[in-house]
């Protein structure tokens, strides 16, 4: 099963404007990990925000967890038109044998047009 | 370094018919997974190994698929017989291992066509 849920299924902006997209998840976690994805490179894993951690920035990302609310946000700054792609949210969470696995959402589609 | 190299790159096979999907992770790393992307769909995991052991198979159609990493490094994952919605794409990633902390790294999968 799913364990993320992105929001919105589908986002359209111009280059230059920031893209917010959210994911929202039902079980206690590790860390969760955005990853990108578009039809030349395959998925690419873009930041890992810890369980314990708010905030956590990478070039023009920024990552948000509440773990109260059992969601977390990933912005992307002035953005262009390669960041074209899908954004999946994924969940590292414990298995009974001690190892952690990792469950993907169903993705939002970014599209950034010039 | 090398990324997760898999093969081939697109199957077209007749429904019931027998297919396998091979992956070489990444040197060094101690876990892979097999996931399966139906389009439109996030990845949907299928098998976990850590080294050579199981450490979930809990979403594998396991009365079709199959899956194997005899020694710990190399992976291939069958399916027989292929039915019509087990059309996608297939995603090997690996990582250092699976803990808390690891990333994972995927391959360019392997897209499957049931006709």
């Known amino acids: 099963s799913q364990q993320g849920e992105e929001d919105p299924q589908a986002l359209s902006i111009q280059e230059g404007e920031n893209a917010t997209m959210n994911c929202s998840y039902k079980?206690?976690?590790?860390?969760l990990q955005w990853y990108r994805q578009n039809s030349g490179r395959g998925l690419v894993h873009l930041i890992l925000?810890?369980?314990?951690?708010r905030e956590k920035h990478s070039g023009r990302l920024r990552v948000t967890l509440d773990t109260s609310k059992k969601s977390s946000s990933l912005l992307i700054t002035a953005s262009r038109a390669a960041d074209t792609a899908s954004y999946f949210c994924a969940t590292a969470t414990l298995l009974n044998s001690g190892y952690s696995t990792l469950t993907f959402g169903k993705g939002t589609m970014l599209l950034v047009s010039p | 370094e090398a990324g997760v190299a898999q093969s081939p790159r697109y199957k077209i096979i007749e429904k019931r018919q027998s297919v396998a999907f091979w992956c070489n992770p990444i040197?060094?790393?101690?876990?892979l997974y097999w996931y399966q992307q139906i389009l439109g769909q996030g990845p949907k995991l299928l098998i976990q190994?850590?080294?050579?052991?199981?450490?979930?198979d809990s979403q594998l159609p396991k009365d079709r698929f199959s899956a194997e990493r005899l020694k710990g490094v190399d992976s291939t994952l069958k399916i027989q017989p292929a039915k019509l919605e087990d059309s996608a794409v297939y995603l090997c990633a690996s990582s250092l291992a699976g803990t808390a902390t690891a990333q994972a790294f995927f391959g360019q999968g392997t897209r499957l066509t049931v006709v």
């Open positions: 040197s060094g790393h101690a876990t």
């Open positions: 925000i810890r369980s314990n951690e």
């Open positions: 190994f850590q080294n050579n052991g199981v450490v979930d």
């Open positions: 079980t206690s976690i590790n860390n």
